[in-house]
């Protein structure tokens, strides 16, 4: 331990001289790199860039030889040090300059993960968990106006989920149980769940004078219908993901929580272009009798996410499986995303990523993108509703998904990293470990 500690005090000092002599920018960005990195398996990463003369004193040993360092140099007179995983599994790299060991690397290499592209226009149909309460209305009876359901203290965003203990679903399930309550004079028990908590109402149905039928003074809705674009999805499970952010009701402007649901094809059917101001949107059809291609299981803040039911689902730009990259490898500069503008037709258009912010947690707006697509400019305007979940792709590789855009610009938006939309589908790998610091 203590011939460790005299090598390493005898390489700082030797440090202070190498940065004497001309290689203190170099050795400064040395000591700054990432003490620790996450590649996937025969994937190449750039950990430092240095000086030629410092790339001659710079060796490196790893422990259990699971991932293999090169110095590749660059047409200005620099290079590269890079790493590429060979192996799955976690090694430790010392480096070494002039023979004196002064930094530790950790590298986590983890399997090879291949995700196939979508870009399909989907029409996006999900049946809230109960029925949601969207508003109160008023009841004029011969008591004066009220509204039941405001009286028992129930809220725009609670969801009904049982009357008198009877499990509610759909909204032709609450006349009946409604009514009964009314015409027998007794209090209707109301299971209503708001947020986490589960909470029981007592409501006394009233009818407006001259009807006869009861009513809670309540409107709700069970279901909710849009256009959105397919991400990704894994060719072994069927899992897939869409979107890119959460699915919120129209009126109460909160998430729906999604009991059960269906992703069908669609066809874009015109453009409404955007404008400052003005972000435009996808006018696109589907019905009960096009194809459904799978189930929606769960609706997050990263989208949509279920399992195809359609086997063969292609988009006809790229249709082989492609290799995914995590957040801190993705570079500003030239990308594509896939997207339908006309029809059903998939198509790949230019964008440039402004701004990549490497995360630790998951957060939506990990990218900035500008659309650079003439054809794509002239056609919408740039980002329009109806294109979120369109798959951003770089160097062949899958790495985020349109998410929102820039209302005052609508040439350019934000995007998430696609790793976070995997976690959510449950194509998981470890993310604890795919950080750097």
Not at 100 to 113: F, G
């Amino acid at each position: 331990m203590r011939g460790e500690t005299i090598r390493m005090v005898v390489g700082g000092c030797l440090l202070v001289t190498m940065m004497m002599i001309g290689f203190s920018p170099s050795v400064k960005d040395l000591l700054m790199s990432p003490t620790s990195l996450t590649i996937f398996e025969g994937e190449q990463l750039e950990w430092l860039e240095t000086s030629s003369k410092l790339s001659q004193a710079i060796t490196v040993s790893t422990n259990e030889s699971k991932v293999a360092f090169e110095a590749m140099p660059t047409d200005d007179g620099y290079t590269k040090q890079t790493v590429t995983g060979v192996e799955e599994g976690t090694d430790e790299a010392t480096i070494e300059v002039a023979g004196i060991p002064i930094k530790k690397l950790s590298i986590n290499t983890l399997p090879k993960m291949k995700v196939v592209p979508g870009g399909q226009s989907i029409g996006v149909k999900v049946n809230t968990d109960g029925v949601l309460v969207v508003g109160h209305h008023l009841i004029h009876s011969e008591n004066g106006e009220k509204s039941p359901g405001e009286l028992a203290g129930i809220r725009v965003g609670d969801r009904i989920t049982k009357l008198n203990d009877k499990e509610i679903q759909h909204m032709d399930e609450v006349g009946d149980v409604v009514q009964a309550a009314g015409e027998g004079k007794k209090p209707l028990k109301v299971e209503i769940r708001r947020g986490d908590q589960t909470l029981v109402r007592e409501l006394s149905p009233l009818k407006n004078k001259g009807e006869s039928t009861f009513r809670m003074g309540l409107y709700i809705r069970d279901s909710a219908a849009g256009v959105g674009t397919l991400t990704f999805y894994d060719p072994v499970s069927k899992k897939y993901g869409a979107l890119g952010h959460v699915i919120s009701d129209v009126d109460t402007k909160k998430p729906i929580v999604v009991h059960d649901g269906q992703i069908i094809r669609s066809s874009v059917t015109s453009i409404d272009k955007g404008s400052n101001g003005d972000p435009g949107e996808k006018l696109a059809s589907f019905s009960n009798q096009r194809n459904t291609l799978g189930t929606i299981e769960k609706n997050s803040s990263f989208g949509i996410f279920g399992t195809l039911t359609e086997k063969d689902l292609k988009n006809h730009v790229s249709d082989e499986a492609l290799p995914v990259t995590l957040s801190n490898h993705v570079k500003e500069g030239p990308a594509k995303i896939l997207t339908v503008v006309e029809g059903e037709k998939v198509e790949e258009f230019d964008i440039e990523i402004v701004s990549s912010v490497p995360q630790k947690q998951p957060a939506t707006k990990g990218l900035v993108i500008k659309v650079t697509d003439p054809k794509l400019l002239n056609t919408t305007g740039g980002i329009v509703q109806g294109m979120s979940g369109s798959p951003i792709i770089q160097d062949g590789k899958l790495v985020g998904a349109v998410t929102h855009v820039f209302v005052n610009d609508p040439t350019s938006g934000y995007g998430c990293h696609i790793s976070w939309m995997l976690e959510e589908a449950g194509i998981t790998f470890d993310q604890s470990k795919a950080k750097a610091s």
